[in-house]
């Protein structure tokens, strides 16, 4: 095929382009080349898409496939703008953030309601806690099946995204952590359940999706597991000794502000419950049964290992600081043996 990934430098655009290189297919990546790039046998294109004609010279190369990623509404629309009479099939990447009720495990695209569109006045997520992100992806979705149609439109609601090149700190961290030992700090409950795909898995669905065609919208996201789960695989696919696990209560945690998901001071992946208990609990069947295939945890684990020892400058240094770590260990002790 003919593919035009809008993007195509970093993390999933990069493992898309980088996969579809390996298959054979012509791939272009259109981006502004400022945060990457693109990966050996891929065309690069440098393109500004704030500028409504960025994309025009490329409509006439004949393209079978676009995948985009944008958060971006104005960027959507100048995209469908130049190419979607000149392409078969539009794989838009939105997100499980669209969803407007995140406590209710085992949801699905069928009955899950999802935010309203942004407001006309805001074309992108702002802030640090990027406010907006949601409703701006309702609204690129919407103007890509109204353009492209339902036939030829994929919509990916994706998930956590981990593995090799993540820019993040969240799966990262759990990997750094159990690598070095000792006693680990392990959030809630050994029960509380967590969600994510491999980049390289979702990257592989949605070529899958542009070579067969596939239409719809699907959450992009692998099955959920225990967070027990989650730390043993870590630990096993690492190649260390079971971890020595000292499970702490979150209204300890929040009380010492230890902070939830990803950042400075935070324990990665961990979301408050009931608040979050379905964002990272979505039943993934329908996407299981359209194609996504998901690799074992222990080879996640050994790319992402691989990746962060092969450039540890691009490795964000986040999460809970091992001295902050070994002080709440010791207060939760402590309390624990009052």
Not at 8 to 22: D, K, N, Q, W, Y
Not at 164 to 190: C, H, I, K, N, Q
Not at 195 to 205: E, N, P, R
Not at 328 to 335: G, Q, S, T, Y
């Amino acid at each position: 095929m003919r593919i035009l990934i809008l993007g195509g430098t970093r993390f999933l655009g990069r493992a898309v382009a980088h996969l579809a290189v390996a298959q054979g297919h012509e791939v272009t990546c259109a981006a502004r080349g400022v945060s990457g790039v693109a990966p050996a046998g891929a065309r690069f294109v440098p393109v500004d898409r704030d500028d409504p004609e960025a994309l025009v010279s490329l409509a006439g190369d004949g393209v079978d496939a676009v995948v985009d990623v944008t958060r971006q509404v104005s960027h959507a629309r100048h995209a469908l703008t130049a190419l979607a009479d000149h392409v078969g099939h539009w794989s838009f990447v939105s997100t499980i953030s669209v969803y407007a009720d995140n406590t209710t495990p085992g949801q699905t695209v069928a009955d899950a309601p999802v935010l309203p569109p942004a407001p006309s006045d805001v074309d992108a997520p702002v802030g640090p806690d990027h406010r907006w992100y949601g409703e701006c992806k309702v609204s690129i979705e919407r103007l890509v099946r109204e353009r492209m149609g339902e036939d030829r439109s994929f919509i990916c609601r994706a998930g956590l995204l981990v593995g090799a090149e993540d820019p993040s700190d969240r799966f990262p961290y759990w990997v750094r952590r159990l690598a070095t030992g000792g006693d680990v700090l392990a959030p809630g409950r050994p029960t509380d359940r967590v969600q994510f795909v491999d980049v390289a898995d979702l990257a592989g669905w949605l070529l899958h999706a542009a070579g067969t065609r596939l239409a719809g919208t699907y959450d992009g996201i692998g099955a959920a597991m225990s967070r027990a789960d989650l730390l043993s695989g870590v630990a096993a696919g690492l190649g260390v000794a079971e971890p020595h696990l000292t499970w702490v209560e979150q209204d300890f945690l929040v009380a010492r502000d230890v902070r939830e998901w990803s950042g400075e001071r935070a324990l990665p992946l961990w979301v408050r419950l009931p608040e979050w208990a379905g964002l990272m609990d979505r039943d993934v069947r329908p996407a299981l049964d359209a194609g996504l295939t998901v690799r074992p945890l222990s080879d996640t684990v050994r790319a992402t290992a691989s990746w962060m020892a092969s450039s540890p400058d691009a490795v964000r240094q986040g999460g809970l600081d091992p001295v902050d770590e070994a002080a709440v260990l010791r207060e939760w002790e402590a309390v624990r043996n009052a």
